[in-house]
């Protein structure tokens, strides 16, 4: 009896440990990718295209490449409705899931950002707010655990302000000329203010700084505000709807839409929907082509929708925002992939992703085999600059669709670099953190 | 000293210096307001015959203008859309009545506003699942074109809207104070089982006035989606109501016109001319603001009925 009792279990504990081997072998070649998105509540429209380009493409590396070095990714959607608490709830969720935890996280929220900074160092889980989040957190040597490029608000706010100079004839001539920033009256609304501020000492022109309130419906108020001052240039940072009204009011008060330009969020296919005909030469910033014309595109048809290109394009495929979510996915992606050329072709830690975020380098001829060359620019992370200052293009609404207006404008860094130092060291202050040595 | 001149010299001068610009500013916060008062017209409505404080109304709003965009999506012309979708909101009202309000018949005034919660979910999430998320355009041949008038900018959209709102808060103020349906509807506020008692069918009141509620939401959700697209934002805009609720009262029609012009020239006046000064982005508390500040003088709002309870 005791003979069998023992021999049962010695045989419990093989198949418990076997199984656990197993299970844990099975796991071993998956990469897990947790995913922040908002496909309901009011910015549901920014949000599923978004959610579609980082799904579509972490797909294709899948089914096209068998994952990344044969490392299969996995990800998993959890709803935030652009909403701070929830996010933070959702990265809670799931940051210890899959056989090392989360590899990184790509909050798509400002709000969240901040809140997931002091989180990520603890936990070890990075941080890529590409294009968003805290601006100084550009300083590696600070926020070792945050990147955000390929270029900052700050950065694109001196980008415009360097546009507006070359289509002004120079940057003299921007002496006395009146630009107005209408900015979503939230952490991410005003994060290009203080640029702007810098700038308009150094170059002379007069900034009005005009705040629209979540959700931004009714924004009469500032368009009169606006139509008074009869600004030359607007620049705008609005999110969701708000950036739809305002393209709406600003054609109905006949102001010139080639020279309202909004930032990065504020140019995507459903903002000029509701102005009709009258969104046709609105501007936006962008660091990345509109539309499915590239290499990338034609493999995401072939792969995940069997050639079917209008089921494709029923998801979104090729609209702006989608086109973001595909090309912050492919830098994870990539940063995943460097971290393995250090570590092995097996499941990276937060910590061993974070190491490639920060030693990555997708050049020309990468983008080039990625099917992106001219689709975005290249970038290049070092330890103390996580923002790369990559360049920004500006892009114009047709009527159709968007089209690129302009060159590669590259920021002023001369003048925002300086700007994120401070912050940051600032914030090293409060915080008690010691720079690390770069 | 710079503060106190900002706020009670400098825009008292500007007002002085440019009258045109401030009746612009007036005239752009009456239209606004016309535009709010649409949406506080279905809570008064419900409220008004119910004592429910229908909190689905923006959901309503969205689910209507959904339907109507919807259809036109998918060939039917802006007459056969209205229809169908005045059609869709009566039998919504119907299903309401049906399934909601007949098991809730003489409960607590919160249960029903819980209930209506609950509905507000249901509403938004059918309505997101059967036509999607995405950002719809609405064209209900409206003109819109902008013109100026003595130096004003005014919008031919606007004036339709305010047109629009004017007719149809007046035949609603007509149909409430001289039908025998709106003399009901008023007994059945008062006390449900005081009006089943003589004689008023509770169910077929509560339908009536869910379906006028739907209405009066369609017309909103083409105003607003027309502004800003058919989106789910639409929902957010019941916010918009709520001080002209405050204000005008709970159970007035005209109530829900007068604090909406009143909150609407209020904010935008306090935008422009004190928004500065504060940072911008004031309007939205201000009109809480001034709400609370009539509240004062009058509790029951300026048009709402004095309560006067036993205890």
């Known amino acids: 009896m005791k003979f069998r009792s023992l021999l049962l279990g010695a045989l419990g504990a093989v198949v418990c440990v076997t199984g656990v081997a197993v299970s844990k072998a099975a796991y071993s070649a998956e990469q897990f990718i947790p995913m922040l998105v908002y496909r309901t509540g009011p910015y549901a429209p920014s949000g599923i295209p978004v959610a579609n380009g980082f799904r579509d493409y972490y797909t294709l590396v899948n089914k096209r490449d068998g994952g990344i070095n044969g490392v299969k990714i996995v990800f998993e959607e959890c709803e935030t409705k652009y909403n701070t608490k929830q996010g933070v709830e959702c990265y809670e969720k799931l940051k210890n899931k899959g056989p090392t935890g989360a590899s990184l996280v790509n909050p798509y929220s400002t709000g969240i950002t901040y809140q997931l900074i002091p989180k990520s160092a603890v936990d070890g889980v990075p941080i890529l707010s590409m294009g968003y989040g805290r601006t100084s957190a550009a300083d590696g040597r600070v926020f070792k655990w945050v990147f955000n490029f390929p270029a900052t608000y700050w950065s694109q706010a001196s980008a415009f302000v360097k546009y507006v100079g070359r289509q002004e004839g120079g940057m003299a001539n921007l002496k ?36 629209v309130d979540h959700p931004g419906q009714e924004q009469k108020a500032q368009w009169l505000q606006i139509r008074r001052k009869k600004p030359h240039w607007i620049f705008m940072s609005g999110w969701g709807v708000m950036n739809q009204v305002a393209i709406k009011e600003a054609a109905g008060i006949n102001y010139p839409m080639d020279h309202f330009v909004g930032n990065w969020w504020s140019g995507s296919d459903a903002d000029v929907v509701p102005a009709g005909a009258g969104s046709k030469g609105y501007k936006s910033a962008t660091f990345h082509g509109a539309g499915a014309g590239w290499g990338v595109h034609e493999d995401i048809v072939k792969h995940i929708y069997g050639g079917d290109a209008a089921k494709a394009q029923e998801n979104k495929m090729g609209e702006v925002l989608y086109n973001r979510g595909m090309v912050n996915a492919m830098f994870g992606v990539e940063a995943i992939r460097t971290a393995m050329k250090k570590y092995g072709n097996k499941s990276m830690t937060g910590a061993q992703v974070r190491w490639g975020l920060e030693n990555l380098n997708v050049n020309e001829a990468r983008l080039s085999e990625l099917g992106m060359k001219g689709f975005t620019q290249p970038v290049k992370v070092s330890c103390s600059d996580h923002e790369t200052s990559g360049p920004v293009m500006f892009q114009q609404w047709d009527g159709s669709k968007w089209s690129f207006a302009s060159i590669w404008v590259p920021p002023m860094r001369d003048v925002v670099r300086p700007m994120i130092e401070k912050d940051a060291a600032n914030y090293a202050k409060e915080n008690k953190i010691t720079p690390r040595k770069c | 000293m710079e503060f106190l001149n900002a706020v009670f010299v400098a825009p008292f001068l500007d007002i002085a210096d440019s009258p045109v610009f401030f009746a612009e500013v007036v005239i752009g916060g009456l239209m606004s307001g016309v535009m709010y008062s649409l949406v506080a017209l279905g809570f008064v409505l419900i409220f008004k015959a119910s004592g429910v404080f229908n909190y689905a109304q923006g959901a309503m709003v969205l689910f209507a203008a959904l339907t109507l965009v919807g259809l036109m999506e998918h060939g039917a012309p802006l007459w056969l859309g209205l229809l169908v979708t ?52 609405l064209d209900v041949g409206l003109p819109d074109k902008s013109f100026e008038w003595k130096g004003i900018l005014l919008n031919t959209f606007d004036l339709s809207a305010t047109f629009i709102g004017a007719v149809m808060v007046t035949s609603l103020a007509l149909f409430f104070q001289y039908t025998p349906t709106g003399r009901a509807l008023r007994a059945v506020a008062d006390d449900h089982q005081a009006a089943l008692s003589v004689g008023i069918p509770l169910k077929t009141i509560w339908v009536i006035v869910w379906s006028v509620a739907g209405a009066v939401a369609l017309v909103a959700g083409i105003m607003w989606g027309a502004k800003a697209g058919v989106q789910f934002s639409l929902v957010l805009i019941a916010l918009k109501a709520l001080p002209v609720l405050i204000l005008g009262g709970f159970t007035s029609v005209p109530g829900a016109i007068v604090g909406g012009l009143i909150i609407g020239v209020g904010e935008k006046v306090a935008e422009v001319y004190w928004g500065p000064v504060f940072g911008g982005a004031i309007e939205s508390w201000f009109a809480y603001m001034l709400a609370l500040a009539f509240l004062l003088f009058r509790p029951q709002g300026l048009f709402g009925e004095k309560i006067i309870e036993r205890v």
Not at chain 1, 184 to 209: D, M, R
């Open chain 2, 86 to 137: 005045l059609g869709v909101m009566v039998a919504l009202a119907y299903a309401i009545e049906r399934f909601m309000l007949r098991k809730l018949v003489n409960q607590e005034g919160i249960i029903l506003f819980m209930a209506t919660i609950g509905l507000n979910f249901v509403l938004e999430g059918v309505g997101q699942i059967a036509f999607g998320s995405d950002v719809k355009r």
């Open chain 1, 176 to 211: 006395g000329k009146k630009i107005v920033h209408l900015y979503h009256n939230s952490a991410y609304g005003k994060e290009a203010n203080p640029t702007l501020e810098t700038l308009a000492k150094k170059y002379g022109f007069k900034l009005t700084l005009i705040a």
